[in-house]
């Protein structure tokens, strides 16, 4: 099969891990998150939420921004605080790669 012509702006494959975690915080509200850590995005990872398919690119700098989790993850106040103090554990500091 042929591709159209397109334009790549980047095209690479590295091995990656991933953590899957399921948890219930204080709001009963239930989180399924996949946790990829990759060596690109300099150091953040990447965050699924796999009951709806929401994917961001998190790290502790994205956790300070007020409102981010609220409307990346489409949750509520108390919810996306439950889910900032998980992923402050998961994010840690960044480290720059280049």
Do not use: C
Not at 42 to 56: M, R
Request: glycine letters at 6%; a negative charge; zero cysteines.
């Amino acid at each position: 099969m042929l591709l159209p012509d397109f334009d790549f702006m980047s095209d690479s494959t590295e091995e990656t891990s991933t953590r899957y975690v399921t948890f219930i915080g204080p709001s009963l509200k239930r989180f399924d998150l996949a946790i990829t850590s990759t060596s690109r995005f300099y150091g953040k990872k990447l965050i699924t939420d796999l009951q709806f398919g929401k994917t961001a690119i998190i790290g502790p700098d994205d956790l300070e921004e007020e409102g981010y989790l609220e409307h990346t993850f489409k949750l509520t106040e108390e919810e996306a605080s439950e889910l900032a103090q998980f992923l402050y554990f998961v994010v840690g500091t960044v480290h720059f790669t280049d």
